[in-house]
């Protein structure tokens, strides 16, 4: 397994978790990472990403001032912090590695994916 999520769970509406995923080192070393979210009978939509070295940072309008992407270089993890949790943001999400430096919300941009992990946050 290349990319592993986990941190997913059950949440009350204005709750917080944190979403960690490992990679192997060769997808994840000098490559911008990302993180996507996906309801039944939806497209598979964009979180937020980092680049390589964590200077450069993308999110969805949806979560900005609620979510926090980070990543730790020598441990191979991205994390997705989530707080102040809304219903609408109960999905799967998933972490996706890129094969560039840097990379935003085109999901062709990512050439490896976690299996995912379920969000649920009740209100």
């Known amino acids: 397994v290349q990319l592993q999520a986990c941190g997913g769970g059950l949440v009350q509406a204005g709750g917080c978790l944190r979403l960690?995923?490992?990679?192997?080192?060769?997808?994840?070393?000098?490559?911008?990472m990302g993180w996507f979210r996906q309801t039944p009978g939806k497209e598979r939509e964009f979180v937020a990403s980092?680049?390589?070295?964590?200077?450069?940072?993308s999110y969805v309008d949806s979560v900005k001032g609620r979510f926090a992407v980070s990543r730790d270089n020598a441990k191979n993890t991205v994390y997705l912090q989530m707080n102040s949790l809304k219903a609408e943001d109960a999905a799967v999400y998933y972490c996706?590695?890129?094969?560039?430096?840097?990379?935003?919300?085109?999901?062709?941009?990512?050439?490896?994916w976690g299996q995912g992990t379920q969000v649920t946050v009740s209100s």
């Open positions: 960690s995923c490992a990679a192997s080192k060769r997808i994840f070393s000098n490559n911008a």
């Open positions: 996706a590695a890129s094969r560039r430096s840097y990379a935003q919300a085109d999901r062709r941009d990512y050439a490896y």
């Open positions: 980092i680049s390589y070295n964590g200077a450069s940072l």
